[in-house]
């Protein structure tokens, strides 16, 4: 029974920053790509950024140049590092295997002055 366990939201005023944590077993870091997602009430959830095993990233437009994903095999943790931080970033950010399907809880991440 595999575990994805998302920390690090929170409130934060335009252009500032925040790092997402999702912690994974080792059942599901070893084999996955990892990815993370974001989702507001009423919207379309959509993939955000992602990191296969092999350490290759994709970003979709939106996010490339101010967030960065990565991962330590040690700590089976996968990271969103997000900078200069937008209205428009605000929504449920979840962590997820694209291999095995599990998810995150979801972490809320609010941007507003």
């Known amino acids: 029974q595999g575990q994805l366990v998302e920390s690090g939201g929170g409130l934060v005023q335009p252009g500032g920053s925040l790092r997402l944590s999702c912690a994974a077993s080792?059942?599901?870091?070893?084999?996955?790509?990892m990815g993370w997602y974001r989702q507001t009430p009423g919207k379309q959830r959509e993939l955000v950024a992602l990191?296969?095993?092999?350490?290759?990233?994709n970003y979709i437009d939106a996010v490339k140049g101010r967030f960065t994903i990565s991962r330590d095999s040690a700590e089976r943790t996968v990271y969103l590092r997000m900078n200069s931080l937008k209205p428009e970033d605000t929504a449920v950010y979840y962590c997820s295997s694209l291999t095995t399907g599990h998810w995150g809880q979801g972490t809320q991440v609010t941007v507003s002055s």
């Open positions: 990191i296969a095993r092999n350490g290759n990233t």
């Open positions: 080792e059942n599901i870091f070893s084999i996955s790509t």
